[in-house]
T-cell receptor, first 116, second 112 residues
Framework: AQKITQTQPGMFVQEKEAVTLDCTYDTSDQSYGLFWYKQPSSGEMIFLIYQGSYDEQNATEGRYSLNFQKARKSANLVISASQLGDSAMYFC?????????????FGTGTKLQVIP | DGGITQSPKYLFRKEGQNVTLSCEQNLNHDAMYWYRQDPGQGLRLIYYSQIVNDFQKGDIAEGYSVSREKKESFPLTVTSAQKNPTAFYLCATNMDVGETQYFGPGTRLLVL
């Protein structure tokens, strides 16, 4: 089974609207972390937001929030008030394990295009 | 300025040639990583290093080699044994295992 699944290869959103990017994960670990990164056309991976498996509150960072549903093993990224600069690839990633090296697995990404 | 630098931005390799990609950081992070990204795919781990003079293979280490002689530097050599080296290569660092990884700007490797 895929560790990280992003089922939306591409998404369109109107400027100023909110958009949800889906991410489901698969792990048997109790301790894990979930990340979202943004990759603009320049290529650099930009860290957006982090959610730990034991965090009870959903993570928020400015216009980004992570809708964490542990029982469903989903960690969707919500971007509010979309801006043209939000057009990019978005990757969900998961860190598993505790102690020693903790492997990070990335999904295949969702390409978001914001329409003026 | 604190950050992660990768050079060159573009690199061209001839058949049978070894090439080295540079990754330097001044964040005082202990751990460093090399990832490969192919079109339409996520990142795959090539090598990682948690401390100086120590490094471990990732999922796709064949045809690659690394060194970690200094905390600030983690160069990646793409050897002639790597038959399909054309890809985007990203270096990342973090303070410690489990912490958020931060990425450099990447190097795009093309085969002539």
């Amino acid at each position: 089974a895929q560790k990280i699944t992003q089922t939306q290869p591409g998404m369109f959103v109107q400027e100023k609207e909110a958009v949800t990017l889906d991410c489901t994960y698969d792990t048997s670990d109790q301790s894990y972390g979930l990340f979202w990164y943004k990759q603009p056309s320049s290529g650099e991976m930009i860290f957006l937001i982090y959610q730990g498996s034991y965090d009870e509150q959903n993570a928020t960072e400015g216009r980004y929030s992570l809708n964490f549903q542990k029982a469903r093993k989903s960690a969707n990224l919500v971007i509010s008030a979309s801006q043209l600069g939000d057009s990019a690839m978005y990757f969900c990633a998961m860190r598993e394990g505790s102690g020693g090296y903790q492997k990070v697995t990335f999904g295949t990404g969702t390409k978001l295009q914001v329409i003026p | 300025d604190g950050g992660i630098t990768q050079s060159p931005k573009y690199l061209f390799r001839k058949e049978g040639q070894n090439v080295t990609l540079s990754c330097e950081q001044n964040l005082n992070h202990d751990a460093m990583y090399w990832y490969r990204q192919d079109p339409g795919q996520g990142l795959r781990l090539i090598y990682y290093s948690q401390i100086v003079n120590d490094f471990q293979k990732g999922d796709i280490a064949e045809g690659y080699s690394v060194s970690r002689e200094k905390k600030e530097s983690f160069p990646l050599t793409v050897t002639s044994a790597q038959k399909n080296p054309t890809a985007f290569y990203l270096c990342a660092t973090n303070m410690d295992v489990g912490e958020t990884q931060y990425f450099g700007p990447g190097t795009r490797l093309l085969v002539l």
